[in-house]
């Protein structure tokens, strides 16, 4: 395990296992130099605890860049449950985790995360107040808005510096993946008159953005090779990838997607083939400043300034790219260490 990628660039990895409740899981501490390490419960049903372990450290890195980036006063973390959250969720196993995590004393705060819902949180609360997100609690609410918001006036940026125009008006947008955030999006970008070409595995959402967006449908296969000056990932991971990539004939990509990069160098492959990329952990930290926030219990009116500045975050990212010759996503990367290390 301590030869694993990042094992050495984290502050802590704790491993959790309750035998009552039966949860095994892994807390990874990446950096809580700017505050406490904050980021979501993972559940998954991992095929072991060195792939469990993996996912966590790899998952943590990318908060402490993240948080960073997005100038919060918080650090990166987070937290594995190697499990399958369809069948073995119990309130118990949460507590158990609640319990480890206060252990902790504050160093790492918790939030809902793939395989996770609000509900399990609020069993996370029963044995710590370190958790963000709970459910039911005035104020509190689906952080997607926030995240669609962020990626809005990313494109913003994006087309600006790319293509010269300062609005969205006429253009086109390929929107990968209606759900939470994506169809949010693509109302934002149809207020402000951009097209639409839009894709989802799901008929009846593509259908509800036709009628209400006018946006034209395209297959799940050929979304990726729209002719549009923007392609917009929301649904998966790992969608530009070698094969994927040459089929590209958008000018800039950029849209809520975790890990929209198969590969790393991938970036310097966009950045070659002359299509700008907005990074995915810089323009979709909108749903991490609204949760951070409502955890601090700040003014809900302070979010949407902290969401609008991503426009000027990725604006930077695009000109250091530029000057020093390197992939936004290595600028990016590099600017968010300056802020944190
Ligand atoms: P969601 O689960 O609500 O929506 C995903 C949509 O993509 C669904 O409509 C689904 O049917 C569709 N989809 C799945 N596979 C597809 C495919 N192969 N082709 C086309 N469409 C496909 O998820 P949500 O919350 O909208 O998040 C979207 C992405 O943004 C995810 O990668 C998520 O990790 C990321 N993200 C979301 C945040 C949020 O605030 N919800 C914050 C930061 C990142």
């Not at 609020?122 to 997100?133: E, L």
């Not at 209400?212 to 649904?235: H, K, L, N, T, Y």
């Not at 500045?309 to 990725?314: D, E, G, V, Y």
């Amino acid at each position: 395990l301590f030869e694993l990628p990042d094992f050495d660039q984290h502050e802590q990895v704790v491993f959790v296992s309750d035998r009552d409740s039966g949860l095994r899981a892994i807390i990874a501490i990446h950096h809580t130099g700017r505050g406490p390490a904050m980021g979501g419960c993972r559940m998954w049903p991992y095929a072991d605890s060195v792939t469990a372990a993996t996912d966590a450290l790899r998952l943590s890195r990318g908060m402490t860049y993240k948080n960073a980036m997005a100038g919060l006063p918080i650090g990166g973390g987070k937290a594995v449950i190697i499990g399958d959250s369809k069948t073995t969720k119990t309130p118990a196993l949460f507590a158990a985790l609640g319990k480890a995590i206060d252990q902790l004393g504050g160093r790492y705060i918790t939030a809902e995360d793939v395989g996770t819902s609000p509900a399990d949180m609020q069993s996370v609360h029963q044995r710590t107040r370190f958790v963000a997100g709970l459910e039911g609690e005035p104020g509190r609410g689906d952080p997607s808005p926030a995240t669609a918001l962020g990626v809005r006036v990313g494109i913003e940026a994006a087309v600006q510096h790319q293509l010269g125009v300062d609005r969205l008006q006429g253009l086109t947008v390929a929107i990968q993946g209606l759900g939470h955030v994506g169809f949010d999006l693509a109302r934002q970008l149809h207020e402000a008159g951009a097209r639409l070409i839009v894709a989802d595995i799901d008929p009846s959402r593509t259908q509800r953005a036709a009628e209400a967006f006018g946006a034209r449908i395209s297959s799940v296969d050929d979304i990726v090779a729209a002719e549009a000056e923007v392609f917009a990932p929301c649904a998966l991971g790992a969608v530009i990838n070698p094969s994927s990539l040459p089929r590209l004939r958008c000018q800039v990509v950029a849209g809520a997607a975790n890990n929209q990069l198969a590969t790393d160098d991938l970036g310097e492959q966009l950045r070659e083939a002359g299509i700008l990329y907005a990074p995915d952990y810089v323009i979709n930290a909108g749903g991490i400043i609204k949760v951070c926030a409502e955890y601090y219990r700040e003014p809900a009116d302070s979010v949407e300034g902290r969401v609008l500045a991503i426009k000027q975050t990725l604006a930077e990212v695009f000109a250091t790219a530029d000057r020093e010759g390197i992939s936004t996503r290595l600028a990016a990367d590099r600017m968010a260490e300056a802020r944190f290390s």
